[in-house]
């Protein structure tokens, strides 16, 4: 095979590169410079010449490497795998599985240990939300996925106990929250806990800037609330918001309660739980005190 050819030949080339993760885009059936580069990278692993076309030693070594895809792979049709959790199911899994769900708004009321129709309607929604097969039922895929997005759930969350400390831990406080009145962000933890006076009042699940667009670290105070804020730059609204630092600010992120920590924010410190932020801006001043701090 070349640059040129195409057919379902081409289309189990491209899907046995993709099972060893050498071609990433969908099965086409057409041998273009995609296709040429995956091939190179392929012969050049494997001290074969680096031409981008299939010689008998280029397939013989692919075909040493791979199984035969099957024509759900070649056509880019995604089918569900086998069930690990699904309805009628019962026991410790079921209740990871609904409190995973609840952290990122996909499941309501009372966690339990009975995989019953509510739960199979928030994972077919979740599955739906993410192009997956939407059957209800957990497969690795969806499990998976889950877990990427959420964090594993606290006892209390697991048996629906409100947390005997309803503030929060003080384990790890940088020494400056230590007094006055304090939004305590720590990095480290990917917490923001709201202290007075050396008490922690209420802890909040947050995530941060990316890579390209980091949330500051240091020392800042609250300048601005905008309680229905929308960004003027990216267009997005921004409720809750309090500004600490330019145009960063602590606020509620739509994105972050359904999809968790895959993904971040330009900058801003991102809280997923409305109810608790809604709480936290009427309880926080302009003046008040930010650490953006690694614990």
């Known amino acids: 095979m070349a640059p040129g050819a195409s057919g379902d030949q081409v289309r189990e080339l491209q899907s046995r590169l993709k099972q060893i993760d050498w071609y990433a885009r969908d099965v086409t059936g057409e041998y273009d410079e995609v296709t040429v580069a995956a091939v190179t990278g392929f012969q050049g692993k494997r001290n074969l010449p680096e031409t981008g076309q299939v010689d008998q030693a280029t397939?013989?070594?692919?075909?040493?490497?791979?199984?035969?895809p099957t024509d759900d792979e070649m056509h880019n049709r995604l089918v569900a795998g086998p069930t690990?959790?699904?309805p009628g199911d019962t026991g410790d899994e079921v209740r990871e599985l609904q409190a995973r769900l609840k952290q990122i708004d996909w499941f309501s009321g009372e966690v339990t240990d009975t995989y019953g129709d509510a739960t199979a309607a928030a994972v077919e929604g979740f599955q739906d939300k993410r192009g997956f097969p939407a059957t209800g039922e957990v497969d690795q895929r969806t499990w998976d996925k889950i877990v990427e997005m959420t964090r594993e759930p606290t006892d209390d969350e697991l048996h629906n106990r409100e947390p005997e400390n309803d503030g929060g831990s003080e384990d790890g406080l940088d020494q400056r929250c230590l007094t006055g009145r304090v939004l305590c962000i720590d990095k480290n933890t990917n917490t923001l806990r709201w202290v007075v006076d050396g008490e922690v009042r209420m802890t909040l699940d947050v995530r941060f800037g990316t890579e390209l667009t980091p949330t500051r670290e240091g020392e800042f105070e609250v300048y601005?609330?905008?309680?229905?804020?929308?960004?003027?730059?990216?267009?997005?609204?921004?409720?809750?918001?309090?500004?600490?630092?330019?145009?960063?600010?602590?606020?509620?992120?739509?994105?972050?309660?359904?999809?968790?920590?895959?993904?971040?924010?330009?900058?801003?410190?991102?809280?997923?739980?409305?109810?608790?932020?809604?709480?936290?801006?009427?309880?926080?001043?302009?003046?008040?005190?930010v650490i953006v701090y690694w614990s």
């Open 59 to 68: 397939w013989d070594a692919l075909v040493g490497m791979t199984r035969t």
């Open 84 to 86: 690990i959790l699904g």
């Open 224 to 289: 601005w609330k905008s309680r229905d804020h929308v960004s003027s730059l990216y267009d997005t609204p921004m409720p809750f918001a309090m500004f600490f630092s330019g145009g960063q600010a602590v606020h509620y992120s739509p994105d972050f309660a359904q999809n968790g920590y895959n993904g971040g924010s330009h900058g801003c410190v991102n809280v997923r739980d409305r109810d608790a932020i809604k709480s936290l801006f009427g309880q926080v001043n302009v003046g008040d005190d």
